[in-house]
């Protein structure tokens, strides 16, 4: 160090006792210098790991997209699969009433024929009834006879058909039952991805800050040890200059007490006196050359201290890059790069429902109350999934007044679309989002769900439903 130097080329008689301050806070700059070197290394180590946990994110949110629209899917089918049970239901009621109806008049018409087989003819004839009459009855019962055999057949067929309706009831049961299988399956891997998702983002930004923190701290530090040693040099150069003073006023002194003794001893002070001055110019050269050296020093330190300066704006210019760097990577690997927005305008009728259902309420429609509706609400299955209709920035995620659960994404060109009704929200204020990835979850206790979907364009409530494109289920309002 520049210190130490200094105070070893000073003579021995001139040189002041070591300051333990100083060489303490030296010793501890170089312990500093030290561990910071190690912490830029590791600190290099961790945003290596950062970029390739950036693109495990990258490759788990693609992941995640997938999996929604599967659920989603599931989802639809499900409901269809439910739909048809209905009306297989419906119509196993309906063909059992009509079985009823026929079987019932079936065993009137046939217990009177088995009751008119059973008389003889010559009961017939004693009938209190005329011949003409008689005549008629035997010819409407055998007219009669082919009508009850094809009613007998069409009876059969209808029994045929009502065992085919409980097998195909039977076979579309087990069929829902799979697909709400599958929908489960895929509900807990999203949840499982969402939660690997989370573990790495909050492993990553854990791991930087701390990395970050340290490096800014060991800095601070090692600056202040600095800005310490600076001070100690200036102190120890006014000890110098007041010892020197004080000298000069003792040189002073003796001058005179020389002059005042100089009657007496004029020979011995002529000798005293060419020593002295021979002293003092010895003293003057020493002093001039110290302080040459001490100039040549704080000259290099002034040229160290601004060498350190720019080697630190450099640093920090290099670590703003890098972190420029590091965001364009993630803005790329999740597909969009950051200040390329996309086109909102150039969705419209192509964005995916958030959620698959029926629309139970329309824009512009009065509710119950008479509240006028500014968006759509879509009657889903419990536990449903739900997306991100396009590419956005998650702007508010928690509770709000009357709404409950309230998401809202910013897109471009000033629109925002607002998702309220779910029971879990699967994003966070900051985080971008993809068209498709998945961002909350519908309730599983709650008897109908619905989803509220409200579309604005610069704080203006617009019509939602022309800008989502058809679903394969029936829209219904």
Do not use: C
């Amino acid at each position: 160090m520049v210190v130490a130097a200094l105070l070893a080329a000073l003579p021995a008689r001139a040189q002041p006792v070591p300051d333990p301050a100083a060489a303490a806070a030296d010793r501890r700059l170089h312990e500093l210098e030290d561990e910071l070197k190690r912490s830029r290394g590791e600190h290099e180590q961790i945003r290596r790991k950062a970029r390739e946990i950036s693109d495990e994110l990258a490759r788990l949110r693609s992941d995640m997209v997938a999996a929604a629209r599967a659920a989603q899917e599931s989802e639809e089918v499900l409901s269809e699969l439910e739909s048809q049970l209905e009306d297989l239901k419906q119509m196993e009621v309906d063909k059992g009433e009509a079985l009823r109806r026929r079987s019932a008049q079936m065993t009137g018409v046939l217990t009177a024929l088995q009751r008119l087989a059973w008389r003889p003819t010559e009961a017939l004839i004693a009938q209190p009834q005329s011949p003409a009459d008689t005549v008629r009855s035997a010819i409407l019962l055998r007219a009669a006879v082919p009508q009850i055999e094809r009613s007998a057949q069409d009876l059969k067929g209808e029994i045929e058909i009502m065992g085919r309706l409980r097998t195909e009831v039977a076979e579309q049961k087990k069929r829902i039952a799979a697909t709400a299988g599958r929908l489960e399956a895929e509900h807990h891997r999203l949840k499982d991805m969402w939660d690997r998702k989370s573990l790495l983002q909050s492993a990553t930004l854990a791991q930087g800050d701390a990395a970050e923190r340290r490096l800014q701290q060991l800095a601070h530090e090692a600056e202040d040890l600095r800005d310490l040693l600076l001070r100690l040099e200036e102190e120890r150069q006014r000890r110098l200059a007041e010892a020197a003073a004080k000298a000069e006023a003792e040189r002073a002194a003796r001058e005179a007490e020389i002059a005042a003794r100089k009657a007496a001893r004029e020979a011995e002070l002529a000798a005293q006196k060419a020593a002295r001055e021979a002293e003092i110019a010895a003293q003057r050269a020493e002093k001039e050359r110290r302080e040459r050296e001490l100039a040549a020093a704080r000259a290099a330190r002034e040229v160290e201290i601004r060498a350190q300066a720019e080697a630190r704006q450099k640093e920090l210019e290099a670590q703003k890059a890098m972190h420029a760097a590091e965001a364009a990577a993630r803005a790329a690997a999740a597909a969009r790069p950051m200040g390329a927005e996309k086109s909102f305008s150039a969705a419209q009728g192509k964005m995916p429902f958030p959620a698959r259902g029926k629309v139970v309420g329309r824009f512009g429609q009065p509710n119950a109350v008479g509240v006028v509706s500014k968006g759509l609400s879509i009657a889903t299955r419990r536990d449903a999934q739900v997306i991100a209709p396009y590419d956005g920035q998650v702007a508010f995620a928690g509770p709000f007044r009357g709404y409950g659960l309230l998401l809202i994404i910013e897109h471009s060109e000033g629109y925002h679309t607002l998702l309220a009704g779910m029971a879990r929200i699967d994003a966070s204020v900051g985080q971008r989002l993809l068209a498709g990835e998945p961002v909350g979850v519908m309730g599983r206790d709650e008897s109908s769900p619905s989803l509220y979907v409200e579309l604005r364009r610069q704080g203006q409530p617009v019509n939602p439903l022309p800008w989502l494109t058809a679903q394969k289920s029936k829209v219904s309002g």
